[in-house]
């Protein structure tokens, strides 16, 4: 009597491009983002604010509302850049962009009642832990050995000049 076993198809694991895991961070990074600001409106008082033209303490006006676009538009714009940049290139705008959005980040929690730290520590934590992994991705960007220009590229210079002139 023969016993079948089936040997179980193992799951492929490729490598995955920096810039794709920079896009899918940054990604993470917006829907957070967004949400956070979405579940912000629950708050109690939030949304009579914004009826009274006043948010986070902030009158509302157009130079505020154009802020406001652009600190939702750079990460909506690193997702893009991130897949298209190259590589020297997208790796300083990461860590750029990243390591300036920490603070920015964190600054969400100014002004908040201890009764909602929960809510903002958890959002916050979430935020600067994909800002990390954005920054600790593009530091460790993995390197591509340059050609020494040694013997061996002197010695084929001259091999293509010899053989040019015959």
Known sequence: MTIQTKTPN????????????????????MFLYIYVDYFHLYKPG?????LVGVVFKFD?????LTIMLASVAIPALMVMLSMTLPARVNRATNLVVAL?????SVFNAAGASWDWAFFYGLSIGLEVLLLAFIVRSAWTWPRTP???AGPAT?????????????
């Open 10 to 29: 193992l799951l492929g694991n490729p490598p995955i491009p920096v810039q794709a895991k920079l896009a899918a961070a940054w990604t993470s990074f």
């Open 46 to 50: 939030a949304i009579d604010d914004i």
């Open 60 to 64: 509302i006006s157009p130079t505020l």
């Open 100 to 104: 300036l959005y920490i603070p920015y």
């Open 146 to 148: 340059a050609v020494p």
């Open 154 to 166: 002197t010695d084929l210079r001259q091999d293509l000049r010899q053989d040019l002139r015959q």
